[in-house]
């Protein structure tokens, strides 16, 4: 069978009430990145790099390398 002749399947219907919960959350992971963003703006990114490398394997982690990433869009030329 080739893979072009596949069905193609449809996503699970998702309930209402999840789908609200799920926007709540992502807006609230939002507004959080964004002040995070606002209060480090002024740092240099080896600073954020070396914060990057020391909370890894933290819970912190995922959220130090989002900084970084946004800060990195916002200095690049």
Do not use: H
């Not at 209402?16 to 990114?45: H, I, Y």
Request: proline content about 9%; charged content about 30%; hydrophobic content about 35%.
């Amino acid at each position: 069978m080739r893979v072009g002749s596949l069905p193609l399947q449809s996503a699970p219907e998702v309930p209402e009430d999840k789908r609200r919960k799920g926007s709540a959350v992502t807006a609230t992971n939002d507004k959080e990145l964004r002040e995070m963003l606002s209060r480090n703006e002024g740092r240099p990114l080896p600073e954020v790099a070396q914060e990057v490398i020391q909370k890894e394997r933290t819970p912190m982690a995922e959220k130090t390398k989002q900084l970084f990433a946004m800060l990195w869009c916002v200095l690049r030329p």
